[in-house]
């Protein structure tokens, strides 16, 4: 595997976990970094890296930014967005990769990008059910904040530093398992 098939692998990766936090966020710094040259994508997905891609992806990226700060629509959209995400996932994580086998591309898109941008997109989702039923929505905003900043990050980090999105992706997932651990209910000991 060449330096930079690993490289390609960690973009994919850290985008597909971006996408975890904001579906078209991701697609959108992709489709820009591609637009101006500073990545190039697999042959059959050159078309991200078009004008009216960009354009495309810029407005759905506006317009989920804002819709996650309003309260129960935010709770709507993670309701689609769960299996957008692990659709958008593989796609960023197809289109990135390089120098690997058609099977073995697909295969790291559909398990990596795919199932780590759905397992972020159904933690967040999750977060924000919560956020909704303790305070009413009214605390979704800085949780929606939150979201579209770490988005952000992972996202500028995977198209800058592919190798420090890496570790970002990590650091997160590891995050959102000991949260899952404090809430998940325990099973009481039998008598």
């Not at 692998?9 to 591609?34: D, E, M, Q, T």
């Amino acid at each position: 595997m060449t330096p930079d098939t690993i490289i390609s692998i960690f973009l994919g990766v850290g985008l597909a976990a971006s996408v975890g936090f904001r579906v078209f966020l991701p697609l959108f710094a992709l489709s820009l970094a591609a637009y101006l040259g500073a990545w190039e994508l697999n042959e059959s997905w050159q078309w991200i890296g078009g004008l009216p891609a960009l354009i495309a992806f810029g407005v759905a990226t506006l317009v989920e930014i804002f819709g996650y700060f309003i309260p129960w629509v935010d709770n709507a959209l993670d309701s689609l967005a769960i299996p957008l995400a692990g659709i958008a996932g593989t796609a960023v994580m197809v289109s990135t990769v390089v120098d690997l086998d058609p099977v073995v591309t697909w295969s790291l898109a559909i398990i990596a990008g795919g199932g780590t941008a759905t397992a972020i997109k159904g933690a967040n989702a999750t977060g924000r059910l919560a956020s909704s039923s303790t305070t009413g929505g009214l605390a979704n905003p800085v949780v929606s904040t939150i979201e579209t900043g770490t988005a952000v990050a992972v996202s500028t980090a995977s198209i800058l530093a592919p190798p420090i999105a890496a570790i970002l992706v990590i650091v997160i997932l590891v995050i959102i398992f000991r949260i899952y651990r404090k809430l998940r209910p325990r099973k009481k000991p039998n008598p």
